[in-house]
T-cell receptor
C-alpha cells in the first residue's frame, strides 16, 4: 500500500520540551511539506523540501526545524522556542513537477501543550 | 488582500441540490488549482484539480476556472449528507513547488 504515515497520532508536550513528529512516505515523491492547522483555519506552511538534503522555510518556520536525510522521511521538530505549538500538524508529499504538483496528505498529528 | 479567499460559511444546502463553492486568488501566474475536502478531525483529501480555463467534470463534481477573473469554483451536484465537510481551495504558486491554501468553506448538506 502506497501512502504517507505520520506518528504519533496524538502527542502531549510539556512547556520547554522539544518534540519530533515523524512523517514517512513510500510514494517515491520528491517533495515533502509540513503544515500547521489551527481550529477553523486553513493550512499554513511551515517547511518544505523539494529534494534530499535541501529544505526551505515556509510562512511560519520560527520555532520549528526539519531534516531531509532520506527521500522517504521528513521529520519535524517543534522546539521550545515555538510559543503556541498546540495545533494539528499535517505532512504532505508531491511528485513535485510544477504545475502538476498536487499534494497528498498523511493522517496528521495532534499536538497539545500541557 | 489575502492570497486566496473563500467564504468561510457555513453554507447550508438541502440534500439533492447543487452546492456551489467559490474561491478567488491573487497570483495571476497560478497555473494549477486544487480542491480538497476535509472532514472534521481528519486530513485533507484531493477531490479535483484543474489547469485550463473552463469546466472539468468528475462524477458529481465540476470544477470551473476563469484565469482572467482569477476565480475558481467547485460545484457538487445531487448533494449528499456525506458531502458535509470543509472544502479547501489551493492554487499553485507560480514557478514554485508549493500551494497556498484558503481558509476553507464549511458545507452542510441537510437531509
Amino acid at each position: 500500500d502506497g501512502g504517507i504515515t505520520q506518528s504519533p497520532k496524538y502527542l502531549f508536550r510539556k512547556e520547554g520540551q522539544n518534540v519530533t513528529l515523524s512523517c514517512e512516505q513510500n510514494l517515491n515523491h520528491d517533495a515533502m511539506y509540513w503544515y500547521r492547522q489551527d481550529p477553523g483555519q486553513g493550512l499554513r506552511l511551515i517547511y518544505y523540501s523539494q529534494i534530499v538534503n535541501d529544505f526551505q522555510k515556509g510562512d511560519i518556520a520560527e520555532g520549528y526545524s526539519v531534516s531531509r536525510e532520506k527521500k522517504e522521511s521528513f521529520p519535524l521538530t517543534v522546539t521550545s522556542a515555538q510559543k503556541n505549538p498546540t495545533a494539528f500538524y499535517l505532512c504532505a508529499s508531491s511528485i513535485g513537477a510544477y504545475p502538476y504538483n498536487e499534494q497528498f496528505f498523511g493522517p496528521g498529528t495532534r499536538l497539545t501543550v500541557l | 488582500q489575502k492570497e486566496v479567499e473563500q467564504n468561510s460559511g457555513p453554507l447550508s444546502v438541502p440534500e439533492g441540490a447543487i452546492a456551489s463553492l467559490n474561491c478567488t486568488y491573487s497570483d495571476r501566474g497560478s497555473q494549477s488549482f486544487f480542491w480538497y475536502r476535509q472532514y472534521s478531525g481528519k486530513s485533507p483529501e484531493l477531490i479535483m484539480f484543474i489547469y485550463s480555463n473552463g469546466d472539468k467534470e468528475d462524477g458529481r463534481f465540476t470544477a470551473q476556472l476563469n484565469k482572467a477573473s482569477q476565480y475558481v469554483s467547485l460545484l457538487i451536484r445531487d448533494s449528499q449528507p456525506s458531502d458535509s465537510a470543509t472544502y479547501l481551495c489551493a492554487p499553485s504558486i507560480q514557478g514554485a513547488q508549493k500551494l497556498v491554501f484558503g481558509q476553507g468553506t464549511r458545507l452542510t448538506i441537510n437531509p
